[in-house]
């Protein structure tokens, strides 16, 4: 892990009293473990601010120490308040789809993307083409299947199901143009 450099300059940009900036690094590393969901850089920007606030009320502070880790602190919490968040406990990743709006419920990702592909591949198909296409998408990708649904003979539908998967496996290949439609 990296190390965090504080910049601790008080509001003329000169650094701040050794006390201070000692004490100022010690509660960045103390909120650092009480607030490990914070990032590392808004801790640094809220120490930096503490620091130059010490150094404007020197003459009041008494024990820096203690004053530097209760104001960061402080400062933290306050932050926290303003930016609330809420956490959801997931531990899977269908789950994490579907809350985020990715996928509707029950269908993974595999079946999002599939969904993505096949309707790529549709713009690129005649309309017969397509026909078949949906139907080997809802799993009747044999010649009796085809040749049933589309009320064709069996030989038909063979050479139809066969020029369908020569054609997807040129577009998936690249051989095929994009915009080029089959005949």
């Known amino acids: 892990m990296a190390v965090t450099i504080l910049h601790l300059v008080n509001d003329q940009g000169e650094p701040v009293e050794t006390d201070i900036r000692v004490a100022v690094e010690a509660a960045f590393r103390h909120v650092m473990l009480r607030f490990p969901q914070v990032d590392e850089a808004l801790l640094a920007e809220l120490a930096e601010t503490v620091a130059a606030s010490m150094d404007r009320r020197r003459c009041e502070i008494v024990t820096p120490k203690q004053y530097a880790q209760m104001a960061l602190c402080r400062?933290?919490?306050?932050?926290?308040?303003?930016?609330?968040?809420?956490e959801i406990a997931i531990a899977e990743t269908e789950e994490l789809e579907r809350l985020a709006g990715g996928t509707p419920a029950g269908k993974s990702v595999e079946t999002a993307e599939s969904e993505i592909f096949f309707a790529q591949l549709r713009k690129?198909?005649?309309?017969?083409?397509?026909?078949?296409?949906?139907?080997?998408?809802?799993?009747?990708?044999?010649?009796?299947?085809?040749?049933?649904?589309?009320?064709?003979?069996?030989?038909?539908?063979?050479?139809?199901?066969?020029?369908?998967?020569?054609?997807?496996?040129?577009?998936?290949?690249?051989?095929?143009?994009?915009?080029e439609v089959g005949c």
Do not use: C, M, N
């Not at 083409?129 to 010649?143: A, F, N, S, Y």
């Not at 589309?150 to 095929?176: C, H």
């Open 75 to 86: 400062e933290v919490q306050g932050w926290l308040r303003e930016h609330e968040g809420f």
């Open 124 to 179: 690129h198909l005649t309309e017969r083409d397509r026909h078949i296409l949906v139907l080997i998408e809802q799993d009747l990708d044999k010649p009796p299947d085809i040749a049933a649904a589309l009320d064709i003979s069996y030989e038909a539908a063979a050479k139809a199901l066969q020029r369908v998967r020569a054609r997807v496996a040129g577009i998936i290949k690249g051989t095929r143009k994009a915009g």
